[in-house]
């Protein structure tokens, strides 16, 4: 028979992942690891063939493909009821699933709220950029008269608000790495070790931060840019003074 594949993203930093990679171990599964680097784009497309849904880890097992980590522990409790993955009660076992059901919704939730935030920061950031572009009106008019193109123009807004996202998000990640390295990480790893046991700031974390940062800020930008680079000489130049 051949073995089962157990595809997950990094036991390091995926907690499901660890879940799902700990609970065939339990259950005695022969199983070969198949491992999917979360930060490679190319990876998405294998991924999808397994898990219809993108979500890691999922089990192949005899034609059967099972994807999301409550999946495939009720899968194996079923096919290794001796290992006792899940409670032997119905009661309880149905307690335990509708309580992990409820974590998944709330990281759920919390992941489309950090969407928003993200969502209101570029808009916050774009009216300031565009007030910012108004009041240089003027300046952009001689620019323009002195003979830089209308590119030129936007490539100063953009570069602006290039800098500005590379600021904060370089500020970000320095506030945040004392505080989750040396504070709120640790206290959650050691308090809540059983839902979240590794809570720290990756590198790839670090990075995608800073690329979010730099994106938000040239996102928020477009719009002044456009505007400035369409600006009239002779309109933009009754503004000096």
Same mark, same amino acid.
Request: charged share 10%; aromatic share 4%; glycine share 4%.
């Given at each position: 028979m051949p073995k089962a594949v157990l595809t997950i993203s990094s036991r390091n930093y995926g907690a499901w992942a660890l879940r799902g990679w700990l609970m065939a171990k339990l259950a005695k599964l022969d199983f070969t690891e198949h491992v999917v680097p979360p930060d490679d784009p190319a990876m998405k497309a294998e991924i999808l063939l397994l898990?219809? &849904?993108m979500l890691v880890p999922s089990l192949q097992h005899q034609g059967l493909k099972v994807w999301d980590?409550?999946?495939?522990g009720e899968y194996l409790h079923e096919i290794k009821p001796k290992a006792g993955l899940l409670p032997a009660d119905v009661g309880a076992r149905a307690m335990n699933l509708s309580f992990m059901g409820g974590v998944s919704a709330i990281l759920k939730v919390l992941q489309g709220a950090s969407v928003m935030i993200l969502v209101i920061m570029m808009l916050i950031l774009g009216n300031t950029i565009a007030m910012g572009a108004r009041e240089?009106?003027?300046?952009?008019?001689?620019m323009r008269a002195i003979g830089f193109m209308p590119r030129h123009v936007a490539a100063s807004v953009l570069g602006e608000a290039l800098v500005l996202g590379l600021i904060g998000g370089g500020l970000g990640v320095l506030l945040a790495y004392p505080l989750v390295e040396r504070g709120m990480g640790r206290f959650i790893e050691e308090n809540m070790g059983s839902y979240f046991p590794y809570f720290r700031? &990756?590198?790839?974390?670090?990075?995608?931060?800073?690329l979010l940062a730099v994106l938000l800020g040239l996102c928020a930008a477009l719009i002044p840019a456009y505007r400035s680079a369409r600006l009239n000489v002779i309109d933009a130049l009754r503004r000096v003074g």
């Open positions: 898990s219809s &849904s980590t409550l999946a495939i240089r009106v003027n300046q952009f008019g001689v700031i &990756s590198d790839v974390a670090t990075e995608v931060a800073l």
